[in-house]
């Protein structure tokens, strides 16, 4: 799909991956306009198959497309892309009509020892999933028309909750900060909506633990077992900022994510 870079896009995508696809398509559907980037020919064939414009861009080429103008940039590509290539690519694809970024972070910003943790107690670390210390990128990237969502494992469609049974066999009791890929589709729309500007976490508000989730989904998907117990000596991240900006999850509970 070509495009006129006269045109301004509702929306502009670095990092078309599983995300990033699942965000264009859901714009696209509701009748909005945006461009996807992405550096394979599948991905952006992808990009053009859900309605949106393709920018073929690799981060660490050194080389930049002529991005189209956006309204609004979504930065949904990985932390290992890093601090000084992600700043570059903002600074390529911001226009005088760009009026919010969202960048998609991590909850590896908070230690692993037990804690329930908001957004002021990020501590500078190595990430262990990315090895990459994300509270760079975010200090690097931040802005007054900013968000940078710290989003807890991302389930949904292809990534089902128990998609690893040696993980969930080694650790059943520890709490899942975990949230669905619906919700962090709105919320990405709900903090440009709400200019909620900085760090925001986005985990689902009721914690379980994988044990908990089996026991459930064996009983029946429409019946739970109670409450959650509390959850001492646990790793818990709050999702009480996001909420009381108004934010309501269509799926706030792991045990009853759709499969």
Known sequence: MSSSVKECYDW???GCGWLGQAFVRHITSAGGTAWGSARSDESLESIVRHGATAVAFNAHSGAFPKFPPCRH???AWPPQVGAAE???AIAQCRTNQTDWTVCI???SVYPDS???YTEALAQRRVSPHSGVCVLDIETATAGPAVSHLR???LLGPKRPLFRNPSRAAKNPDKPLNVVHLDDVKSAILHCVEQQLSGAINLVCPIIR???ECREIKAISPAKDIGSPPELQHSRIVSSQRILESGFVFQHPDPAYFPD
């Open 12 to 14: 502009g995508v670095l």
């Open 73 to 75: 940039l979504l930065v």
């Open 86 to 88: 992600t700043t570059r």
């Open 105 to 107: 972070s991590s909850t």
């Open 114 to 116: 037990p804690g329930t």
């Open 151 to 153: 989003a807890g494992g």
């Open 209 to 211: 633990t994988r044990r």
